[in-house]
Every structure is written in C-alpha cells, then in structure tokens.
C-alpha cells in the first residue's frame, strides 16, 4: 500500500501556511521604521529582556596616580507582545475568483497596519496583572512632554535641544495629518502669507527641524512625536497567513486567518519626545 504524503494529498488535506518577513510585506509600519528591532518573541507568557547600560563618568587621572572604580549601572526593559490577529471568511466561490487573494492580501496588509500603528503610539496601559498590549509610545512614563505648537516652531526647537541635552539622537517626527497641515499653516510673521514652513508645493520628502516627517493616519488628532529609534526596542515577528477549507466545511467556505505578534519598550524614555499642535481641534 503507497504511503500518502503531502506532496500526494488534495489540497483539503494539506491547508496553506505561509510566513512573510515583516519588513518585505508591510515595511511601512511605524514600529519597522522607528523601533530597533531586538528580537523575536512567540506566545503571550515569554518575553524579551534587553540589556543596557546607564554610563559612569570618566576623567583625567595623573601618571601613576591611583585610578577610582567606576560603577555603571547595568540594566534591562522588558518588551512583552501582543499578537495582531484578522480572520476572513468567504464562499469557496469566492475564494477561488481570480483576483481574490491578492485583494484580500492587500486588506490584511491594512488591516495590520492600521491596529499596529495605532498602538505602538497609543495603546492604553494594561491594567495589572495585564502586561500587553505594551503602552504606546504617547501613554509610557517619562515622555518628555514639550507643550504646544502654536505660532512658531520655539517650543519644538526648545523640544528637540532638551531630548538632545538628555543624549538623545532624534531620528523621526511622526505627526497626524490635520497636525501637519497645522505646521504648513505656519506664517513666518503676523503680517505675511508665506509659509515657515516653505511653500511645500515640490518636497520629496517631508521634513522638519532636519528631521524626516511620518505622516501618519492613525496618529491622535493634533499630536506629534519626536523619536530616537535607538531608544525604542521592539520584538518583532513574522507575518503569518493561514488558509483552511475546514472551519466552515458545513457552509461550504474558506477561512483566511492573519497573524502578526509585535512588542515594543523605551530604553530611556527621557529621549523622546511629545507634543500637541494648536489648530482647529488642537488645544
């Protein structure tokens, strides 16, 4: 009697389980582009530890002379994960539709990244015992809060110095869309119509302060955050897709199933940096 494998087997018997890297298939997402990745984490339980280390002072010492014992503090944070999930159900019709599967790709895709970015910038605290979903970037103690925008760019000058003087190297701003709007308003002078900000009408790339500008949808209306991506860690995992003909065998349809398990922490949250822009819903 032949041995039934995989390789024989109709496609009921052997379901698809694929997995894509995260930064081929939604590169995009903030957590990719203002997070150092540090590792990966699968389950709700385990967690990621990453080290780091508070420097001790240094000087000068005379030739021979004795030389004092420094005592750097060597520390951790802990990331823990939260696993972003979507489950779709369609007519077996449906499913085998040409075009269909790559539309429904292209839907997750959002899907995952709309629910990721609007957590890692603002996902409430969990309520102990709770550890995940992590607190989003706007609700982490220790955020440096710079004020409101309004008027001029002096607060988010004074913003970025302070993060600077704490060691920080910004890397982003990540804003709104109506707050970006609200900066491009800005006038170089009571009596002018032309913008601080420039006239804006040919940017590559936006940028402020020298800083690369992420616009972002999901971002709280009228707020802004000045980012090190340095000082952000995060657990990232692969973006699984599943797909069975099983769950609903009775109403003859397919479930596609997606998966995407993220974490995220500030090493020294004294290295970023919040604000809110003054506008039409703004403060």
Request: glycine letters at 8%; charged letters at 20%.
């Amino acid at each position: 009697m032949a041995t039934q494998t995989t390789l024989s087997s109709q496609y009921a018997w052997r379901p698809d389980q694929s997995t894509f890297h995260a930064a081929d298939v939604i590169p995009e997402a903030l957590i990719l582009q203002t997070s150092t990745v540090s590792g990966e984490i699968d389950g709700d339980e385990p967690s990621l530890h990453v080290a780091y280390v508070d420097d001790a002072d240094a000087d000068f010492v005379a030739e021979a002379a004795e030389i004092d014992e420094s005592d750097p503090a060597m520390s951790e944070v802990v990331v823990h994960t939260g696993k972003i999930s979507q489950l779709v159900r369609l007519s077996r019709e449906q499913w085998y539709q040409e075009g269909t599967a790559d539309q429904l790709r292209k839907s997750v895709s959002r899907a995952i990244i709309k629910r990721a970015d609007q957590a890692y910038l603002a996902q409430v605290v969990p309520t102990p015992p709770a550890v995940q979903p992590p607190a989003g970037l706007l609700n982490i103690n220790g955020v440096v809060d710079g004020g409101d925008v309004s008027g001029d760019l002096d607060s988010l000058v004074d913003l970025i110095a302070d993060l600077q003087a704490e060691g920080s190297m910004p890397s982003h701003i990540v804003v709104d869309p109506v707050g970006w709007a609200e900066l491009r308003k800005l006038k170089t002078g009571t009596d002018y119509n032309s913008s601080l900000l420039g006239a804006g009408t040919t940017d590559a790339k936006p940028m402020l302060l020298s800083l690369p500008v992420l616009i972002n949808r999901w971002a709280s209306p009228y707020t802004g955050l000045v980012i090190d991506k340095t000082a952000v860690v995060s657990a990232v995992g692969d973006v699984k897709v599943a797909a069975s003909e099983h769950t609903y065998f009775s109403s003859d349809s397919v479930a596609l199933r997606a998966t995407w398990r993220i974490g995220w922490n500030v090493v020294r949250p004294q290295r970023i940096g919040q604000f809110s822009i003054a506008g039409g819903g703004g403060s």
